[in-house]
């Protein structure tokens, strides 16, 4: 076999490449494993190991060994790691400028001038030298000083390119010196090694062979780096090329030295190419074009392969994940796209912070920015003592202002047309406004962000087990903040104590506001597959779905850096590509398909809309169709006026239905199965049936609080499991405080917080705990408490029983067996002057409280008939606020079924059995019970309502998720309040349904 085969797109890339290395080797042999597979992307990896292991199967190969499949990014980190010394980090672009400017500052005395005009003007043509830089290591070049620079730049820019050679010579020695890399870096790194390292060993070692699988267009370093491993190791080039030979596979090889050969057709996977189908569509409107294009989905995707949406342009990623939720049968979905943070709710309102502080005057503020600020959603989770809400303040100041016709206010005048809210508007004024005007350190921005986190921390909390997509990005964009952000301005070389502008440093927060984005992954390789373009490399479906074929779009335009023009690159010396690459894309892309619609708006230029055409690849595949007489197939997707009406729901289709049944047959029915379909039928069709998730992140999650508080009681108590004890005995505070310690450094808060934060919630962990275990103790001081018994920490209580299912439709199955499911924190036996059974759950939040009065309704009563919108919220409002009864409900009833594991007296003998809150955060009630009764008669009640009735409710609820026609959008509008995924919801019920 050559040592370079090309394979056709359309014998589809990956499976044929499968085909050949599995007749190639056999994954038996565990000599595989130091073979080393080598793709532009871990898309493309993921889908060959996927592939491997669906054609081993089909070979009975139950287990067997893989090659090791890496896409470039992680072979060159591991060739960085494995080939230096002491490998550096890599660091964001920030703090290379400021290495940058160091090597100026020493050079021209430029940096840290007094000129703030001077310090800004040099921070943005440093991003820009980075970039030439760059290009330079990627070519495996040390630039050289230009004697004549290019006319028209600035005499900054001028002056450095004269001395180019000296400032990166420099440059790199400082970034050696400061322990910093980065990508370019490293591949610079790698090569220079590779050419001076005789000893191989290392790598012989770890690889006998490796492949080198679709890559084009290769940079000087990489070809270098390829090169080394064609002339030291077995090696393999694979190609997916068509004829006639595109021009960056032809270049490739050149570069590479190398001849090729076609892979044999007894590889190929699909025997019989034919050209794709193509279907194009034209609009005016984004909004139908995501509707026409999730029309074209299947109701149910079989395979990885079968059917890709390729969204070329990132916003219009929530669109369409909003079309898709809005179709009649569910779908399961895969998201890899990286969704820019700048629609993000918290950031726009970071940015308008920012703006507030550039165009104040003195002492005034805009009157626009500050209210858009105040009237940002987040702040209506805010309140002001006695349940005044921030809404309604901000509802008045509004109004006078508008009445007052002020273009240009100051906080002081605000707070005194409010003398009765000065105290809540001091605190937003401080740490919206007043803390920003004054700032002289990066590490002042740092806690001053920190604060903003902190004030919305309840709102955080609230959201942080829900699914739906405004919880998800915010969670996502809260990480990014946390974890790539505030790092930079407490990072010791170059920030934290030192002093800068306030202006400067806003500079800085907003370039970084404006350069991150949010990864979307779901299960790589299941469902509807949805991407941006370049994850499609290497990848082959049968239907293709492609977004915004527009100029500008596909190809993209390329960003404008001065340093970097053609004619600068020309001069430097520097290879300029221009769109041949995106032509290969694209064209291997629409060949390896079957069926391609291709989607493109088109505005003509006009007052309301900017001009947009389609891109010069829709220009092109039409030209190619007419040459060969075949007529394009093009649709014209016109505006519909038409009145627009709400719907209360998302429809259930019979296989909704049958679905749901399988589910509620098959798995454990939880309080949060339950509760989800409850508050919200909509939110319940996202978790259960779209199965929509969220990445795993690095960093404090909200749930890990919550998971600390459960896991440190646990501690605690479990080892007393089944004993009757004094608190008072068995309470050592020395050993108590110093198990909260390990616990919390297993946790690694110190390593999820930063320094101020982690010792504040130190300080408040500790005192929470001291706190409740001395209100346990001066109970049985008082006389009240006289013994506990602890009957069980995270106790699991199942209960399999019958319900009857209520749908004529589902005649074979009248009956049906379930399980319900819950997990107790904490089950004590108190000994007061009457046997009490507790049922405990904690939480971190010290306002989560039952509603015991809502409760005393529930006996009397009864469910409706009907099965629609209003009767599923009429049983939820007897839960109360945000069903917190619900769950003390439903675990009182799963532990009475069980009561006679537990309870030892004689049936006899009167005991009483409640459940409740533990929030130990709450030092004035750290316990709040669900039943506030005393009379046996009372309890009597209680107790024969959970022999039977409540049982009947269940019932009625898991009738009413399989029954009902709909998944109902709440029918009060406050349970979606403090979440802006209201706005699209909109949109579903309105436009997209």
Known sequence: MKRCLFIPPSSHFLKTLT????????????NILKIWCIFPTKRAGLYFKNYLKEKAELKKIRAGFFPKVQSLEEFVENLYTDLTDSPSPQVPDVLRVFAFLEVLEKKKNLFFEKKEENLRKYFSWGLKFLEVFEEFEKEGRIPENLIYPPEGLPELAQKIFEELRISYLEFTSLIEKRNFSYYSYRLKKISEILKEKRDIDTLSKEISEIWFIGFAALRKVETEIFKFFKEKFKSYFIFEAYEPLPSVIKDTLNALEIDFEWVSSEYYERKIFKSPHIYFYETTDPHLEVKEASGLIPEKVENPDEIAMVVPNSLNLLPLIYALEGKENPIEVNITLQYPITKIPLNQLLRNLIKAQKEKEGKFYPAKIYLKILKHPYFSALEFGE??????????????????????????EVEELFPEYREFLEKIHRVFFKNWEEIQTPFELSENLKSILQIFATLFERLKEKADWHSVLLRNYIYIIETKILPIFEEETYFKDKKFSGQFLLEILEYLLKEETISFIGDPLKGLQIMGFLETRLLSFKKLIILDVNEGILPPAPSFNPLLTEEIKSYLGIPVFRNELWVYYFERLIKSAEEVHLFYIFVEKGKTQEFREPSRFIQ?????????????????????????????????????????????????????????????????????????????KIGLKPVDVGNFIHEF??????????????????????????????LWLTYKFERKMDALSHFFSKKIAVETIRRYFNYLIDMEKSGKVK??????????????????LLDSSFDLQKVLKVCLSGRTDFLIKRKENIIKYLIFDFKSNPDTSPSPRKVEKIYSFSPSENFDRNSIYEVADIFGSNLYSFQLLFYYYLFYQHKEKFITEDKGEFVIINAGFITPSDFKRPEKFLFKISSRGEWAKVYKYFENSFKELIEWILNHIIISDKFYFPVDDKVCRYCEYKAPCKNYKYLLG
């Open 787 to 804: 013994r506990t018994k602890i009957l069980g920490v995270e106790k699991e209580l199942k209960l399999h029983t019958e319900i009857s």
């Open 387 to 412: 349940g005044v809400s921030c809404q309604k303040i901000v509802s008045e100041i509004e109004t006078a202002l508008r009445k007052k016709g002020y273009l240009k206010i100051t906080l002081e």
């Open 713 to 742: 009681f646990e501690k605690i108590f479990k080892e007393l499991e089944g004993k009757e004890i004094l608190i008072e005995n068995v309470y050592n505070e020395k050993d108590i405080l110093e198990k909260l310690d390990l």
């Open 620 to 696: 092109k595949l039409k030209w190619e169709l007419e040459k060969k007489e075949v007529k394009p197939v093009e649709k014209l997707i016109p505006l519909n006026f038409e009145i627009l009406f709400e719907k209360d729901g998302i429809p259930k289709t019979k296989k909704d239905k049958e679905l749901l049944l399988e589910i509620i047959k098959n798995s454990e029915i939880s309080r949060y199965f339950l509760e989800t379909y409850l508050k919200c039928g909509v939110k319940f069709y996202f978790k259960y049936l779209l199965k929509l998730k969220e990445t795993e």
């Open 19 to 30: 085909n050949l290395f599995l007749d190639k080797y056999s994954l038996n042999n565990p």
